[in-house]
């Protein structure tokens, strides 16, 4: 007699939400949601272990919805949310709220995201209008407790979400806080890869004789996933092998150890013709925000990323992950693998090794229990390794690095657009009743800005970038209202050019004192009529 494989409705699934998986073309649990929906789906508390890309944001956004599914509306109060899901990047809570959204939706659980990097008061307001479910990073969490922006009382579920990474980035202080303010009697999910480095104790402490379900460890071989080690002779066959890697047709993602490796890399990619963009910690969240959107369409084929994506970036179809170097020590190099062969897909992690790292890469493999033969490689060679060919695959046609900074420049101003603001150097306010609009300019490199420039409005200039020889920031020029200038600060900047009148011209201008440290003069204008 052969075993029936269950569906999600056989599982206890809500119809609704059963429904909504079925468009997402997701029809057949995964083992770790197999196994865990019938207990948390009562009501009770789940300790899951399984590795990254095992299907874990479903496991705990199917209970998490269906129990605030009843009665919605009237539950749902202002700044006070029914259900909290905690995650360790701002990626990762991104992308869980994206899938719990996809489940919520169709029933009317309300989702929002809180995480540092973007104005608080955006989080305020979708607090204050009543939200069921917050996907939270915990240090903004924590700081808008303190506040008492958010209230935790009324929390009827409690996810944590790679409770270990969460652990190694040094969160568990703040998660303890955050969990203090939650009521004791709540459902309560843990799902990690481990249980090192304190995260047992948060188990013990917070979750109520909980049911423990382990599909997968984290040094749980992928089979799906093919391992290779690339012994290269120096720099040169290095970034030879780097960008033959990287000029396939199919998407893919290389790690780095430091920040300023992922934006020079990805520069150089980009400069050559392959559409490439970085994932790094100096990124503001709107340019991270871009960045994966762009890697997620496909614009770009290439994402260079250091650490702080290895385990927030969950993006389908990732068909090579490649290690420029290797990693610090074996979970990195598990978890940033982790992001081919997901969700039973196939995938390639390639490391690429110099001579003088042979030995820490046979530490790695070791520790993280894969046996691979490193292989000598030169991308230089007449005739490419045939190896390096099955992983480049199909070549695409290099872009002109002229198109790839206008597309990026076309979709800056659309988030621009889509936050409110001008994008620099384009009004939206046109005849004598217009409404007023502010329009800021972008940030300028060694000391370079502009400002918006409005029709009727205000206009703000950027602000200079600090140090160097920066050239002079740029007043915006208004049509009949104010601009101001904006500052460039330290260095040896040039003093700010004056702004320009109204197009009937008589316009006055005049200039204010210059800023210290040799920075530019800042001036206003007002346009004749």
């Keep these: 007699m ?8 056989s599982l206890g699934v809500p119809a609704p939400i059963a429904e909504a998986l079925a468009r997402n073309g997701k029809t057949e649990p995964f083992p770790i949601q197999r196994d865990t929906l019938p207990d948390t789906l009562a009501g009770r508390d789940v300790l899951g272990r399984g590795r990254t890309g095992s299907g874990k944001t479903i496991a705990f956004g199917i209970p998490l919805v269906a129990r605030l599914a009843t009665d919605v509306v009237a539950k749902r109060r202002p700044s006070r949310p029914r259900a909290i899901v905690l995650a360790p990047t701002r990626e990762l809570v991104t992308q869980i709220a994206e899938t719990i959204k996809m489940l919520a939706d169709p029933v009317g659980v309300k989702v929002t995201t809180i995480f540092g990097g973007i104005p608080q008061r955006r989080q305020e307001l979708a607090l204050e ?12 969490l924590d700081d808008l407790l303190k506040q008492g922006v958010v209230s935790l009382d009324g929390v009827e579920v409690t996810v944590l979400d790679e409770a270990d990474h969460m652990a190694d980035m040094g969160f568990l202080p703040v998660v303890t806080r955050i969990l203090n303010k939650t009521p004791k009697v709540g459902q309560r999910l843990l799902f990690s890869a481990t249980l090192d480095n304190g995260v047992d104790n948060i188990v013990k402490k917070y979750l109520h004789d909980p049911i423990r ?12 996933l093919t391992h290779h080690v690339f012994e290269v002779a120096g720099k040169d066959q290095k970034d030879a092998l780097i960008e033959a890697l990287a000029s396939g047709t199919g998407r893919r993602i290389f790690f780095t150890r430091m920040k300023h490796q992922a934006k020079r890399l990805a520069k150089q990619l980009s400069a ?8 790094q910690g100096n990124l503001s969240q709107n340019a991270r925000d871009r960045n994966l959107a762009e890697f997620v369409s496909g614009d770009a084929k290439v994402l260079v990323a250091t650490d702080v994506a290895a385990r927030g970036v969950h993006v389908d179809g990732v068909e090579l992950v490649v290690h420029i170097d290797p990693p610090v020590e074996h979970k990195a190099y598990l978890h940033r693998s982790g992001r081919t062969a997901r969700a ?10 110099l001579p003088e790292q042979r030995g820490e890469m046979r530490q790695i493999m070791r520790a993280a229990k894969i046996n691979v033969t490193p292989r000598q490689v030169n991308p230089n060679a007449a005739t490419v390794d045939p190896e390096v060919l099955s992983l480049i695959g199909e070549v695409a046609p290099r872009v002109d690095p002229r198109e790839i900074e206008r597309r990026r420049a076309e979709a800056q101003n659309a988030q621009q657009r889509a936050a409110g603001h001008s994008p620099a150097g384009q009004g939206n306010s046109t005849g004598a009743n217009a409404k007023r609009k502010r329009s800021r300019g972008g940030q300028g490199r060694g000391g370079q800005g502009q ?22 920031a740029q007043a915006g020029a208004a049509g009949g209202g104010r601009g101001r200038g904006g500052q460039s600060q330290g260095g040896q900047g040039q003093p700010r050019q004056r702004s320009q009148g109204g197009e009937s011209g008589g316009g006055q201008r005049r200039s204010g004192r210059r800023a210290q440290g040799g920075g530019s003069v800042y001036s206003t204008s007002s346009s004749g009529s």
């Excluded at 209008?129 to 903004?140: E, S």
């Excluded at 599909?215 to 992928?222: F, G, L, Q, T």
């Excluded at 013709?273 to 970085?278: C, H, K, L, S, W």
């Excluded at 039973?344 to 090794?353: I, K, Q, R, S």
């Design 2 to 9: 052969t075993e029936t494989t269950p569906t999600f409705l």
């Design 272 to 279: 050559s013709g392959i559409p490439a963009v970085e994932l």
């Design 344 to 353: 039973g897909n196939e995938g390639d992690v390639v490391t690429v090794v």
């Design 213 to 224: 379900h382990s599909v997968d460890s984290a040094e749980s071989p992928v089979p799906q």
């Design 451 to 472: 400002s918006g420039q409005n029709g009727q409005g205000q206009g703000r200039g950027g602000q200079g970038g600090q140090g160097g020889q920066g050239r002079p």
């Design 129 to 140: 209008g009543g939200i069921d479910v917050v996907v939270a990073a915990p240090g903004r």
